[in-house]
């Protein structure tokens, strides 16, 4: 692959007649079951016979079977898709590859075809990004590194405004405008190239070395006498502001040349995706997406338009506006990039319909009408190419509900919310996502074609509430955990569309801190259709169950053997040898304030004590070295308990480190399902076992509710918070020492009509008031009072 010679001039055809042989070749159906395990039987079935009526060839069934399914699996859609693709249906098989990419986005040739399908509509650059994510999720995906080769080669020579790092930039090129530090490349033949080195010599040093500048104007790039005040339109400039000695400097300077409403285009190097200041030694910035924006928030007159990734884990663009007197941006960036999406698409329907290629200038102008309704269309697609297939319309697989939700992660917990929503009446979207995960164009495009009322995650995620409060869309968190993130507190992320539910109070008072302005102190709830009281089963029955992890490996041992690696490693000197000894001597002080569970959490006193991290584990905030540190204190006390508990017949559910407790008495049982095992193991336990995280003070875990729905009595760690969902003592039972736990557990267990009154009074008081389609209508109600969304009610939507 990497010693295949290709000229470059003949780069784009080759690649175009790549793709029309893959276009041209039989589609193989033998990999549609990527993940069957997760399918049912019914559906497994009907696409059983869907693959093989696709493989027969008769394409129309095998489609309508498809369609049975529905789109709420990887397999049917990637089916769909294959089925449209083969038909030339690029337009179609585009969404119906989206689609299977948001169920399972790991597998390199969905991500292949989707990149066919975008290439045909003449979407270049979106293309070249999926190939980039097929070759990266299939390190030996030969087809799309070839693919990729191309393209590299294409917009290196031939095709240059294709370039990734260029595409961003496009929408700005209108009127009078600069390329700082352009080199051997302009971005657009009308802007002004600057550089330091002038045009016709070769750069000396940095990654344009060796290159012949094109550059109009020889100057730095933060110094620009030439031009006057207001005079610009736009200042583009690509992996250059982060070797200047003052960026803020800079940016003042580029802002003064700007007209008022003009923009500046930035494409940087991103430090959250590699080392960025040593990949250069001309480098002596580094930049991520929210120190960009930190920067820029200290210069009044600019505001971030926009912000994304160019190439993967390498570098993000940033549209800046002048705003001049107004404080809210007004650059129309991205009507802009869709514009010029839809003219590439025109263009493409063009050259097909002069070729002749109906198939591909039917898609093409399908993408144009998408992208652009109001542009004048070059034909009519469905008479051009028709199509032949079922027509699934949106609405026709809507619930028929007025309240639309988009539910952004998919989880155990989500999985219950957006069950409870439907129920409710709610149409919910369920998109699979990473919580590191940032919005791109693909998820973008599927929110707002849904147009929901709200979109809602599990915990706060930064880049959503970014992207929502662009969207113009409310965000809203209900936080089910605490976090270490440090971006989970920066200012420059909240938006007064975003909506914070919060199960702690200490938590939801951060958030109050940095200016959200809608925060609101939640409780968790238990989906009551799932967890209610079950008949004993003999499978589940003991007298006392524990189900949870021994957390034997967690966060602290990760810590740890970071540690000892520097201890062992000869760049580390005397100094850094003792800054180690001293802060796992702090680790040990910490742990031994808890070797009972008397002992409060403090982690503002805690990180005085551990001062030498900030040098020895730089990428670890204080807050997330004590998590850690608070994970191994948890495991500890949780042992403690279960040892005591032991003697008394403790059935343990959970990872396979619980095996080692079944010579004191306990009896492991192995992992358990949470929807199918837990409400029967919940029910059938005369006990039922819960421990705290040590950091959780002032929360209610989802466990004490779970248990309570099912009528099980509970005997739980004690934490004063309890008392604000039930009571203490009539609706569970605590202990404060696990020594108390033992005694708990064998008085109770001998005495079964008090267990049965506590645990009768906790069920009761969890039905009427921790119900999760309570907690919702209190969501909903919230975000009627607060103007978010209109009076839903009234639209009939619950």
Not at 143 to 164: S, V
Not at 195 to 213: C, H, I, M, N, Y
Not at 637 to 647: F, G, T
């Amino acid at each position: 692959m990497d010693d295949i010679s290709i000229d470059p001039k003949q780069a784009a055809d080759i690649l175009d007649t790549l793709v029309g042989k893959f276009c041209s070749m039989p589609v193989d159906y033998s990999d549609i079951f990527v993940a069957p395990d997760r399918l049912d039987a019914r559906s497994l079935d009907i696409l059983n016979q869907a693959v093989v009526a696709a493989v027969e060839g008769d394409s129309v069934k095998a489609y309508d079977l498809a369609l049975k399914v529905g789109g709420a699996s990887f397999e049917s859609s990637y089916l769909r898709g294959k089925i449209l693709f083969e038909s030339k249906f690029y337009f179609e098989a585009a969404i119906a590859f989206s689609d299977a990419i948001f169920q399972f986005d790991r597998y390199g040739e969905v991500w292949f075809h989707y990149a066919i399908t975008n290439y045909q509509m003449g979407l270049f650059n979106e293309a070249y990004l999926h190939w980039a994510e097929a070759a990266r999720v299939n390190k030996n995906h030969e087809d799309a590194r070839l693919m990729l080769k191309l393209a590299n080669i294409m917009t290196e020579n031939t095709h240059p405004a294709l370039q990734m790092e260029a595409e961003p930039m496009m929408p700005l090129i209108l009127g009078e405008g600069i390329d700082v530090g352009c080199g051997a490349r302009k971005i657009h033949p009308d802007a002004i190239g600057v550089d330091l080195t002038a045009g016709g010599d070769a750069a000396g040093k940095g990654g344009e070395k060796g290159r012949v500048s094109v550059a109009d104007v020889q100057a730095s790039g933060d110094n620009l006498p030439m031009f006057t005040d207001g005079q610009l339109d736009y200042v583009i400039a690509r992996h250059n502001l982060e070797h200047y000695i003052d960026p803020l400097k800079t940016l003042e300077e580029w802002t003064r040349v700007l007209k008022p409403g003009g923009v500046i285009g930035l494409v940087l190097p991103d430090d959250e995706a590699f080392d960025t200041i040593n990949a250069d030694e001309t480098h002596t910035h580094v930049f991520t997406q929210s120190s960009l924006k930190n920067l820029v928030s200290l210069l009044p007159r600019l505001c971030v338009v926009e912000e994304g990734i160019c190439v993967p884990n390498w570098s993000f663009y940033a549209i800046i506006e002048k705003t001049g007197s107004l404080s809210k941006t007004q650059y129309p960036y991205r009507q802009k990039a869709i514009k010029l999406k839809a003219q590439r698409a025109g263009e493409r329907a063009k050259e097909a319909l002069k070729s002749g290629m109906i198939d591909i200038a039917s898609s093409a102008i399908k993408k144009l009408a998408e992208l652009d309704p109001g542009a004048k269309l070059p034909a009519d697609p469905e008479a051009l190419f028709p199509f032949p297939f079922s027509k699934q319309d949106q609405a026709s697989i809507k619930t028929g509900a007025r309240l639309r939700v988009a539910m952004m992660e998919y989880s155990i917990v989500t999985k219950d919310w957006a069950y409870t929503l439907m129920r409710m009446g709610v149409d919910v979207l369920e998109i699979p996502f990473g919580h590191k995960q940032k919005i791109d164009l693909h998820t973008e495009k599927t929110v707002k074609d849904f147009q929901p009322d709200f979109v809602v995650t599990a915990n706060y995620r930064p880049h959503v509430a970014e992207s929502m409060a662009l969207f113009n869309i409310p965000y809203v968190c209900w936080g089910i955990d605490t976090s270490a993130l440090d971006s989970y507190w920066r200012h420059d992320l909240v938006s007064d569309n975003t909506h914070i539910f919060h199960f702690s109070k200490i938590e939801a008072e951060k958030f109050r801190k940095i200016g959200v302005k809608n925060v609101t102190w939640l409780p968790l709830a238990s989906n009551m259709e799932r967890f209610k009281p079950f008949p004993d089963n003999p499978d589940f029955a003991c007298d006392i169950s524990f189900v949870g992890a021994t957390a034997t490996v967690n966060g602290y041992t990760d810590l740890m053997a970071r540690l000892r690696e520097k201890l062992k490693s000869r760049e580390s000197d005397v100094n850094e040898k003792n800054r180690i000894f001293r802060l796992i001597r702090a680790f040990g002080t910490i742990m031994e304030k808890h070797t009972d569970m008397s002992a409060q959490w403090r982690p503002s006193e805690y990180k005085k004590e551990i001062e030498d991290a900030s040098y020895l584990l730089p990428d670890l905030s204080p807050d997330a070295i004590l998590f850690a540190v608070g994970d191994q204190i948890t495991s500890n006390l949780r042992a403690d308990v279960i040892s005591r508990l032991s003697p008394l017949g403790i059935d343990l559910w959970g990872d396979n480190w619980w095996s080692a407790y079944t010579s004191k008495g306990a009896k492991y049982r192995g992992p358990s399902n949470y929807h199918d095992e837990l409400p029967e193991i919940y029910s059938s336990s005369k006990i039922n076992i819960h421990t705290n995280r040590i950091y959780h003070q002032d929360v209610t875990p989802l466990r004490i509710f779970d248990v309570l729905a099912c009528k099980g009595f509970l005997l739980a760690e004690y934490r004063e918070a309890y008392n604000d969902c039930f009571e203490i003592g009539k609706d569970l039972i605590c202990f404060k020492t696990a020594q108390e736990a033992a005694d708990l557990a064998r008085y109770y267990l001998g005495r079964p009509e008090e267990r049965i009154a506590i645990a009768k009074s906790g069920y009761e008081k969890t039905v009427e008031r921790h119900s999760l389609k309570g907690r919702w209508e209190r969501i909903i109600d919230t975000l009627e009072k607060s103007g978010a969304v209109s009076a839903i009610k009234d639209r009939g939507a619950i």
